[in-house]
């Protein structure tokens, strides 16, 4: 079998991107939004959440939820960018 390739298309992109301006706008420091996902029943770190924003690491759908949760938006919302709130 063929290994998958792991590049982040368009749309990992732009949610990483909406993670970092939402999480900035709020005055979150990235430990801080981690910390808070962790909460959620989501163990993150924040060296895992600085790969997701830099989209050096895929956020997969329980990431996503999670971190969506912790912004109090929702997921869609991280999915089309902030202009979709």
């Known amino acids: 079998m063929a290994a998958r390739s792991l590049e982040i298309g368009p749309a990992g992109i732009r949610t990483a991107r909406t993670i970092e301006i939402l999480r900035t706008e709020r005055g979150l420091a990235q430990r801080e939004l981690a910390a808070r996902v ?11 959440l600085s790969r ?31 202009s979709a709130m």
Do not use: F, Y
């Open 52 to 82: 997701i924003e830099r989209a050096e690491r895929r956020c997969d759908i329980d990431d996503l939820v999670a971190l969506a949760q912790a912004l109090r938006v929702s997921p869609l919302v991280l999915l089309q960018g902030p």
């Open 38 to 48: 962790t909460t959620l029943s989501r163990l993150m770190s924040n060296t895992v």
